[in-house]
């Protein structure tokens, strides 16, 4: 089984220069209303909700070659058939993702620029930023 292994993880999003959340242990704590828990497998650190299949709410740092043998290691230790990213398009795990697998349409996220401030082509989620993981 997965046991916990960090209390916090780096939002590799927001490591990619983008704009997102922040993954410090006061957001993991809040969390927990859902089972999750962060792994290190293979040199990267995995945020995992195992509750509902096998979902991957975040994962730092991404390298290529590590990233496909930590994914057989979390298939292997879950017992998984299959697992599951959610993640904003045009980004590096994105990129990665789309040479080994089909990406479906998710969920719209609608935003509004109240201040008209900020640059939302800079803000990209991922999984662990939404309310069922």
Do not use: C
């Not at 792994?39 to 975040?58: L, R």
């Not at 298939?75 to 599951?84: C, G, L, P, R």
Request: glycine share 6%; proline share 3%; charged share 25%.
């Amino acid at each position: 089984s997965l046991k916990q292994k960090a209390d916090f993880i780096e939002n590799g999003l927001l490591q990619e220069g983008y704009d997102g959340v922040i993954y410090d242990n006061k957001y993991v704590a809040y969390k927990k209303y859902n089972p999750s828990t962060i792994v290190t497998e293979k040199e990267q650190s995995f945020w995992i909700n195992n509750s509902k299949g096998t979902w991957i709410g975040a994962l730092t740092p991404l390298k290529k070659e590590p990233f496909l043998i930590t994914v057989k290691t979390i298939e292997s230790i879950t017992k998984a058939s299959s697992v599951t990213f959610m993640i904003s398009p045009g980004n590096q795990l994105d990129t990665v993702l789309s040479k080994t697998t089909k990406a479906e349409k998710g969920f719209a996220v609608i935003t509004k620029n109240l201040s008209g401030k900020y640059n939302l082509d800079r803000l990209k989620f991922q999984f662990s930023d939404i309310d069922i993981f």
